[in-house]
């Protein structure tokens, strides 16, 4: 959603004592041969985040980024990936700096008022790029000419990954993006799913977690392009990952 531009209320939850399960270690340690046993006594040296933890809705996830801007106004944020071990979430990323929404953060998001949705939202089922695949673990779709995202809410596939033939005029129109032309913000990204299961026109589409251009988004979440990728090649589709979008506030209570 940059075509222009550039952990929820706290709460214990008691049933998270199970240990971490072989496919999370093999889903944090697989980068590189000679990075993994670091990774994994990174992660297992780290201590218990209690805001990670906290997060309502977060405990069915094995994996869990978190986005935090200092107010609801700011255009900035700190992202952080947290695996679950030992029955917690403990830190194996960040954090790092991030842009959000040129408006700041919304509860009540809509198509084209520039904020970023605020709340808990899983990480969709394929991450897309204009670059070749940088070895995530997820389904992969490099960005061909004729690749768009509908953000038109009159559409029938608003808010939808579209192909038409290339160099014809899609029958949606909007704010909808010609995604192969929109670089380096979609080198590589992974869709928020914010307004996917049960699509409501005029509530927002296209939310991603996109390669930063170094000023705030008109709704995404963008990061550094090396911390980006990092994070990406960490997620695995099988640890349910979810993206927690909040500010310091209402961390705080």
């Known amino acids: 959603m940059d075509r222009f531009t550039g952990l929820s209320a706290l709460f214990r939850h008691r049933g998270m004592s199970t240990v971490v399960t072989t496919a999370l270690l093999a889903a944090l340690c697989a980068t590189t041969p000679s990075s993994a046993a670091t990774l994994h006594a990174h992660v297992a040296a780290a201590a218990c985040n209690r805001s990670a933890n906290a997060v309502v809705g977060a405990q069915r996830a094995s994996e869990l980024i978190t986005v935090v801007a ?63 695949n940088p070895g995530v673990r997820y389904q992969y779709h490099r960005l061909v000419c004729g690749d768009w995202w509908d953000e038109d809410p009159r559409s029938f596939a608003y808010n939808r990954f579209v192909h038409v033939a290339c160099g014809t005029t899609p029958s949606f129109a909007g704010n909808s993006e010609a995604l192969w032309q929109n670089v380096p913000a979609y080198n590589y990204f992974a869709v928020i799913e914010y307004n996917t299961s049960l699509v409501v026109a005029g509530r927002g589409s296209g939310i991603f977690l996109h390669v930063a251009k170094g000023d705030p988004t008109t709704g995404c979440v963008s990061v550094a392009k090396v911390s980006l990728v990092k994070i990406l090649r960490l997620l695995h589709a099988s640890l349910h990952p979810m993206i927690d979008i909040t500010t310091t506030a209402h961390l705080q209570g």
């Not at 917690?88 to 008022?113: Q, T």
């Open 70 to 132: 200092p107010s609801v106004a700011s255009q900035t944020a700190s992202v952080q990936l947290f695996g679950r071990s030992g029955g917690c979430f403990r830190a194996v990323a960040g954090p790092y700096g991030a842009f959000v929404g040129r408006n700041g953060l919304s509860s009540h998001h809509v198509e084209g008022d520039g904020t970023t949705p605020m709340g808990l939202f899983a990480v969709g089922p394929t991450m897309y790029g204009v670059s070749a």
